[in-house]
């Protein structure tokens, strides 16, 4: 598609219900990466991917944290037994390669947990 | 590590006027520096970027930035501010060379732009 499309836009879970939030990137993008973003501060890395092999994870939080892209395109990102500190967005972005060629974000999903 | 400090949470401007929004990185090694644009709802949207090239770096919506060395600075400007540039901006750095797909981000810049 012409950019990356994230689902659903908005998500509120009560605590310790599972989530999973969905990640289009743009077709062709053999890069695909996962950030949150917590109220009033920059993104900060979760997850990163290079066509289906899931390179660093280094930054989930926790093991409750889980990602795939099974077939190197649509990604999920799930979250088991939901809290309230998970309450931010998480973007995904894509990119042709490497961070220089500049990453696409998509409009991101607004988890709040109650 | 790459850190990034973004001076001033908020900036506000008249419309007209210029804009200067500042960044200061650490890197222990030679870096790449990018500025993104997220307007309300919206994810981020790339406004230029520095790669080793040209330390004047020249982006989207007549935005400019210039990466200083000696500074560790990459201060982003925009001769004339437009009530369509308010928004918020992130400062973003990455290593360079071949290890540099992840981002680091400051913690953003809301820009007002005042009629």
């Known amino acids: 598609g012409a950019g990356v499309s994230q689902s659903p836009r908005y998500k509120v879970a009560k605590r310790g219900q599972d989530v999973a939030l969905r990640c289009d990137p743009i077709?062709?993008?053999?890069?695909l990466f996962w950030y949150q973003q917590a109220l009033g501060q920059g993104p900060e890395f979760l997850t990163y991917?290079?066509?289906?092999?899931?390179?660093?994870k280094s930054g989930l939080p926790s093991d409750r944290f889980f990602a795939e892209r099974p077939e190197g395109s649509v990604s999920t990102l799930k979250i088991q037994r939901t809290q309230q500190e998970d309450s931010a967005v998480y973007l995904c972005?894509?990119?042709?390669?490497?961070?220089?060629?500049?990453?696409?974000f998509g409009s991101g999903t607004r988890l709040t947990v109650v | 590590a790459q850190s990034v400090t973004q001076l001033g949470s908020h900036v506000s401007v008249s419309e007209g006027a210029l804009v200067l929004l500042r960044c200061n990185y650490s890197?222990?090694?030679?870096?790449?520096l990018f500025w993104y644009v997220q307007y309300p709802n919206q994810g981020l949207q790339l406004l230029l970027k520095?790669?080793?090239?040209?330390?004047l770096v020249k982006g989207i919506n007549g935005f400019e930035a210039e990466f200083k060395k000696s500074e560790t600075s990459f201060h982003l400007t925009k001769p004339s501010a437009h009530m369509s540039d308010a928004a918020e901006y992130f400062c973003?750095?990455?290593?360079?060379?071949?290890?540099?797909?992840?981002?680091?981000f400051g913690k953003g810049t809301l820009l007002t732009v005042n009629p």
């Open positions: 972005a894509s990119s042709p390669g490497t961070a220089d060629y500049g990453y696409t």
């Open positions: 077709s062709g993008h053999v890069s």
């Open positions: 991917f290079q066509n289906e092999a899931q390179l660093d």
């Open positions: 890197s222990s090694v030679p870096p790449y």
């Open positions: 520095y790669t080793s090239a040209a330390t």
């Open positions: 973003a750095v990455s290593r360079g060379g071949g290890s540099n797909y992840k981002l680091t």
